[in-house]
């Protein structure tokens, strides 16, 4: 019975460059979520998305970040031209109904970009 | 708008000690959720405990219990028999559903315990 997946677990990306995380949900979740923890923080929510629809990007920021969960495959999280203050760990979380009902979440992917 | 305290951040405890991890939340809905985490050293969040508004019920499992207080604003956590595999960052949060669609967390800033022999 797998949990949430989410790779790459470890990304290196040089300032500039693209990253692209995945997350795969919970067999029969069809709600996902993604979370940024900056180093010693809490986590601050960026985007909720269903299949095909984001329903809420309130803590997306505007430039460079984009998310999308297609009909076939994983949830993606794009972070185009990245700089230093992306360096993070990126959670990802699915649910079986909305954000009423618990969160499970993934290993999370630690971007360092140098 | 949603925010959660935690005001605690670092406890440490000697083995076999209860421990209480506070947590005092604000929000404007009436439906509302309160969650507790737990973050290990090795990262990932494993999810503890998920209280409704309407629920006022203290809960216990295990050497787990948690202190729901709506008059406080409150949703404690506390451990007893504290043991060394507890040693990780607890994160509270809470999730508003006044619209009718509960969406996001909103997360505490964490309360990092210290479990020594």
């Known amino acids: 019975n797998a949990g949430v997946m989410q790779n790459p677990r470890h990304l290196v990306r040089r300032r500039g460059q693209e990253a692209r995380l995945r997350c795969s949900p919970m067999?029969?979740?069809?709600?996902v979520y993604w979370y940024r923890q900056l180093p010693e923080e809490g986590l601050k929510f960026m985007v909720y998305?269903?299949?095909?629809?984001?329903?809420?990007e309130s803590g997306m920021p505007k430039e460079r970040f984009s998310a999308e969960f297609p009909k076939e495959g994983p949830s993606i999280l794009r972070i185009q031209q990245v700089v230093r203050g992306d360096s993070a760990a990126y959670f990802c979380?699915?649910?079986?109904?909305?954000?009423?009902?618990?969160?499970?979440f993934g290993p999370g992917t630690r971007l360092t970009v140098t | 708008a949603q925010k959660v305290t935690q005001a605690q951040t670092e406890i440490s405890v000697v083995e076999k000690e209860d421990v209480t991890l506070d947590c005092v939340y604000e929000?404007?809905?009436?439906?509302?959720?309160l969650f507790w985490y737990k973050q290990p050293p090795s990262g990932e969040l494993v999810f503890l405990i998920r209280?409704?508004?309407?629920?006022?019920q203290n809960e216990i499992s295990g050497r787990y219990s948690w202190n729901f207080q709506k008059s406080t604003s409150s949703f404690n956590f506390t451990i007893t028999a504290s043991q060394v595999v507890d040693s990780a960052v607890y994160f509270c949060?809470?999730?508003?559903?006044?619209?009718?669609?509960?969406?996001?967390?909103?997360f505490g800033t964490g309360t990092r315990l210290q479990v020594t022999l």
């Open positions: 949060a809470l999730s508003e559903a006044d619209t009718g669609t509960a969406s996001k967390l909103t």
């Open positions: 929000t404007r809905d009436t439906t509302y959720y």
């Open positions: 979380a699915s649910s079986l109904r909305d954000g009423s009902y618990e969160q499970y």
């Open positions: 998305l269903q299949k095909e629809n984001i329903i809420d």
């Open positions: 209280r409704n508004s309407f629920d006022e």
């Open positions: 067999k029969g979740h069809s709600h």
